[in-house]
């Protein structure tokens, strides 16, 4: 029997949703994975961790990755519209510089990451953000490459992501503040 409850850990809840998404039965992806189904149904409750590399199959498997598919929203004559889509050019930008020092010093901007997260839960005590300080818990403990897809992707999940990313305060106040600047100036990516 599975288990649908919002209180397994974030890569459950990521593997389950996945299989459910393809339409796939625990036992249809136990086999397409080379797993059993019982070790599967214990991944997707949480009493079992997977190794990083049977993630990453099971995930395979179904179609999909860390950063879900999907595509940006349409660009129209709206202002609202156009206003979300420059704060979404603007925190892709942001977002590409982080990526940059996170590739120059990976152990110090993972190390930072990790110590904001544990802020934002003490800061959200009533859990209000659990669910996505969860998927980032399980986010920053992966390679860069990988990191890199959710810092910079386009997707819906990616930019409700970066609402929450653990990466702020990354980059000093003055780089940040520079980024800014030149992203209104240029209106583009500026980094």
């Known amino acids: 029997m599975e288990s649908h409850s919002n209180d397994r850990p974030a890569g459950a809840r990521l593997l389950a949703g996945a299989r459910r998404r393809a339409g796939l039965s625990q036992r249809e992806l136990a086999v397409r994975a080379g797993t059993s189904r019982g070790t ?35 660009s129209t004559p709206d202002t609202r519209q156009a206003a979300r889509d420059r704060h979404e050019a603007r925190s892709i930008a942001l977002h590409a510089a982080i990526l940059d020092e996170l590739r120059r010093e990976p152990a110090t901007v993972l190390r930072r990451a990790r110590a904001t997260l544990d802020h934002f839960r003490a800061a959200h005590p009533d859990g209000s953000v659990s669910r996505r300080l969860d998927e980032w818990e399980l986010i920053v403990g992966l390679p860069v490459e990988i990191i890199a897809d959710v810092l910079v992707s386009p997707t819906p999940h990616a930019r409700e992501l970066r609402q929450t990313s653990p990466f702020a305060g990354v980059l000093p106040a003055k780089q940040r503040w520079d980024l800014y600047r030149r992203f209104r100036r240029d209106g583009r990516r500026a980094s």
Request: net charge negative; aromatic share 2%; with cysteine.
């Open 40 to 74: 599967l149904a214990e991944y997707e409750t949480g009493k079992r961790d997977p190794r990083l590399s049977t993630a990453l199959r099971l995930l395979r498997e179904c179609g999909a990755s860390l950063v879900e598919e999907g595509s940006a929203p349409a």
